[in-house]
C-alpha cells in the first residue's frame, strides 16, 4: 500500500511540475502620493483664456494636456487664469489616476 501511494504522489508532483505556471502577479497599484508625485514629473502644458459670462462678468476657462498621452481635461468659470489652469491640471491628474496611467 505504501508503494502505491508513494508511486501517486510522484505522478501528482510530475504533473504539477509539468502545468505551466500562473503569471507573476502585477505589482500593486501606486497611491494617490505615488501618482500625484509621478504626475508632477510629467510635461503638462496647461493654457487659459477668458469670456464674457454675462454682459459684465469675465470668467476664465483653462486646459491641460498631457504631453506624453495626448489627454486633456479642461475647467470653467473661474475668475482667474491661474485658477482656471490649476483646475485643469487638477481635472487632468483625475483623468490619468482612474485610466490607470501611473502604473
Request: avoid cysteine.
Amino acid at each position: 500500500l505504501q508503494a502505491r501511494m508513494n508511486q501517486h504522489w510522484g505522478q501528482v508532483e510530475a504533473a504539477n511540475e509539468a502545468a505551466p505556471k500562473p503569471p507573476a502577479p502585477k505589482p500593486p497599484a501606486p497611491t494617490r502620493a505615488e501618482a500625484l508625485r509621478m504626475f508632477d514629473q510629467r510635461h503638462v502644458t496647461a493654457k487659459a483664456h477668458s469670456r464674457f459670462h454675462s454682459p459684465f462678468s469675465l470668467v476664465w476657462d483653462g486646459v491641460a494636456t498631457d504631453a506624453e498621452t495626448g489627454i486633456r481635461a479642461g475647467s470653467k468659470h473661474l475668475k482667474s487664469s491661474n485658477g482656471a489652469k490649476e483646475h485643469a491640471r487638477e481635472e487632468l491628474f483625475e483623468v490619468l489616476f482612474k485610466q490607470g496611467k501611473f502604473e
